[in-house]
Nanobody, 120 residues
Framework: QVQLVESGGGLVQDGGSLRLSCAASGRFSSISRMGWYRQAPGSQRELVAG???????NYADSVKGRFTISRDNARNTVSLQMNSLKPEDTAVYYC??????????????WGQGTQVTVSS
């Protein structure tokens, strides 16, 4: 199994920046895709950004040009640089990993979530 530990959330003013980080550990064969999701109160969890092991990226339209996802395959970490933050970015952000178990099955893991609050 994979365990994901996030860090970097907090309170920032409108227009500010934050950087989220996530480290994966545990027993697995490889990690295919890592990404960040978010969930605001009363809303469904939504994809923010994802990155595959070969660097294919995808972003939600609402964050394109403001957020940048990056990954260190050697260290099994993924980061999300968030610039020009807006109050509507306020949410709990979750790290996600799609990985291959040692038995060669695909599985996914979630972090515990980190709060990002953008004040106006």
């Amino acid at each position: 199994q994979v365990q994901l530990v996030e860090s970097g959330g907090g309170l920032v003013q409108d227009g500010g920046s934050l950087r989220l980080s996530c480290a994966a550990s545990g027993r697995f064969s490889s990690i295919s895709r890592m990404g960040w999701y978010r969930q605001a109160p009363g809303s469904q969890r939504e994809l923010v950004a994802g990155i595959t092991s070969v660097g294919v990226l995808n972003y939600a339209d609402s964050v394109k040009g403001r957020f940048t996802i990056s990954r260190d395959n050697a260290r099994n970490t993924v980061s999300l640089q968030m610039n020009s933050l807006k109050p509507e970015d306020t949410a709990v952000y979750y790290c996600h990993a799609l990985y291959r178990t040692r038995g060669e099955f695909m599985a996914d893991a979630w972090g515990q979530g980190t709060q990002v609050t953008v004040s106006s």
